[in-house]
């Protein structure tokens, strides 16, 4: 589960690409490129939000439960941050716990999922949003976050329906974004740079679980 990050990530920022676009816009006038880039940022103008379709999911069959407002922050992925990575998180506590977690806005962590040892998924952060969930900002912006519930010392805990259920989430998400189904993109929390967290463990079979998402891969 991810660490507290309001020092790291409390704050919107927009990167040097969307700094640059007043320049572009000038560069090329009312050209393609200046009117597809302020499309996209028309929504960061004061007082404008991105409209938003309350309790939808981007995984059918995922259940909607929000998070609170104050473990991640609005943003337009992939336009504004590209997404290249799904990082692996085990709960260290039950499902519910977690649900409660992340709706505590003094936790100040969330994932946009969480899959159930019954292979119950719910998203409870839209994947166009910024969730803390790796400790690493740079991680966060340009990744999805799933959380396992169990414990890492506990093997027992990942069965059959989690692997499965998770790894045809992963996949769907590999396609969206189109990731490559392979280590160095779908990752552990543990691997994250700077993280003080072992998730998965060393219980997590990554073998079998990328073989899993490698074969939902093929039905996408």
């Known amino acids: 589960m991810g660490a507290s990050e309001a020092s790291k990530d409390g704050d919107r920022r927009i990167g040097r690409r969307a700094l640059l676009i007043g320049g572009a816009a000038a560069a090329v006038g009312t050209g393609v490129l200046a009117r597809d880039e302020l499309a996209r940022l028309w929504w960061r103008t004061p007082g404008v939000e991105k409209p938003r ?24 992925r992939p336009d504004d941050y590209g997404i290249d990575m799904v990082v692996v998180h085990v709960t260290q506590g039950s499902f519910d716990s977690a649900v409660k977690a992340f709706q505590d806005p003094d936790h100040q962590a969330a994932a946009h999922y969480i899959v159930g040892k019954n292979g119950r998924v719910t998203q409870m952060i839209r994947e166009l949003d910024v969730a803390y969930h790796a400790g690493n900002r740079d991680y966060n ?3 999805v976050g799933i959380e396992h519930e169990g414990f890492v010392d ?67």
Do not use: Q
């Open 53 to 76: 379709k309350e309790g939808e999911v981007d995984y059918t069959g995922a259940r909607w439960v929000a998070a609170s407002d104050a473990n991640w922050r609005r943003a337009d």
């Open 154 to 220: 506990r093997p027992e805990d990942f069965t059959d329906e989690m692997y499965e259920a998770s790894a045809r989430l992963t996949a769907r998400i590999c396609a969206r974004y189109d990731i490559p189904v392979d280590r160095e993109h779908i990752i552990g929390h543990v691997e994250v740079p700077g993280t003080d967290h072992t998730d998965p463990g060393e219980h997590w079979d990554w073998d079998r679980y990328m073989k899993l998402v490698r074969e939902a891969s093929v039905k996408v």
């Open 141 to 143: 912006e340009r990744s």
